[in-house]
């Protein structure tokens, strides 16, 4: 039976439990439209297609990862909220999949206008602010705020996707290794600083 006042936030939400169960590769606008109980056709009525979908489901995703990351560091400074971050970045990426996969895409650009575009580009930049919030004990601005958030999402990422792929076999214990590469990184921050540089642009 159809789902009473199906919306798009409903949808989206759905695509993304969709996503967390089969992966977001398999995602298809057919499975999510069954999860919500309509045919195919009714589905285009909360979304515009497959991309928008994609797009929607980001933005949700991004949105849920920050208010997680701002939750796990709020009222914390330099090293505290770096491991903050890190644990709640993994935990997220360990307990959402599908949803986790979702935030790795960047928006758009500005230039495109097409559905869920704007939305997903404002997403990115809340994910951005808490990122650069949570690094700013570490002095850290311009050029040299981008670079870091950059190196930092590439450590947290490399971490989390071996994780999942079941790359770590050795018995010592994963969540140690994990605090221990994050406090490196801690300290590869306090002299990360090289100039004074204009104020970054929040997309990633």
Same mark, same amino acid.
């Given at each position: 039976?159809?789902?009473?006042?199906?919306?798009?936030?409903? #949808?989206?939400?759905?695509?993304?439990? @969709? &996503?967390?169960?089969?992966?977001?590769?398999?995602?298809?606008?057919?499975? #999510?439209?069954?999860?919500?109980? @309509?045919?195919?056709?009714?589905?285009?009525?909360?979304?515009?297609?497959?991309?928008?979908?994609?797009?929607?489901?980001?933005?949700?995703?991004?949105?849920?990862?920050?208010?997680?990351?701002?939750?796990?560091?709020? $009222?914390?400074?330099?090293?505290? +909220?770096?491991?903050?971050?890190?644990?709640?970045?993994?935990?997220?990426?360990?307990?959402? %999949? $599908? +949803?986790?996969?979702?935030?790795?895409?960047? %928006?758009?650009?500005? $230039?495109?206008? !097409?559905?869920? &575009?704007?939305?997903?580009?404002?997403? =990115?930049?809340?994910?951005?602010?808490?990122?650069?919030?949570?690094?700013?004990?570490?002095?850290?601005? $311009? /050029?040299?705020?981008?670079?870091? #958030?950059?190196?930092?999402?590439?450590?947290?990422?490399?971490?989390?996707?071996? /994780?999942?792929?079941?790359?770590? +076999?050795?018995?010592?214990?994963?969540?140690?290794?994990?605090?221990?590469? @994050?406090? !490196?990184?801690?300290?590869?921050?306090?002299?990360? !600083? !090289? =100039?004074?540089? %204009?104020?970054?642009?929040?997309?990633?």
């Amino acid at each position: 039976m159809p789902r009473a006042g199906l919306s798009r936030d409903a #949808v989206v939400a759905e695509a993304l439990r @969709v &996503a967390d169960e089969v992966g977001l590769d398999r995602l298809t606008l057919a499975a #999510v439209a069954q999860r919500c109980g @309509v045919r195919l056709p009714s589905l285009y009525k909360h979304v515009a297609g497959l991309p928008a979908l994609h797009a929607h489901a980001a933005a949700a995703a991004e949105r849920e990862l920050a208010a997680e990351l701002s939750a796990a560091t709020v $009222g914390r400074a330099g090293e505290d +909220a770096l491991l903050a971050l890190a644990e709640a970045y993994r935990g997220y990426a360990r307990r959402r %999949p $599908g +949803a986790y996969a979702a935030t790795l895409r960047a %928006p758009a650009g500005e $230039g495109d206008t !097409s559905a869920g &575009a704007a939305d997903h580009r404002a997403a =990115a930049h809340e994910v951005m602010g808490v990122v650069l919030s949570a690094l700013a004990g570490f002095g850290l601005s $311009g /050029e040299d705020a981008v670079d870091a #958030v950059r190196g930092l999402r590439s450590l947290l990422h490399g971490f989390a996707a071996l /994780e999942a792929a079941g790359g770590f +076999a050795l018995p010592q214990d994963l969540d140690r290794s994990y605090r221990r590469l @994050v406090r !490196s990184h801690g300290e590869v921050l306090r002299s990360w !600083s !090289s =100039a004074p540089g %204009p104020a970054p642009d929040p997309v990633r």
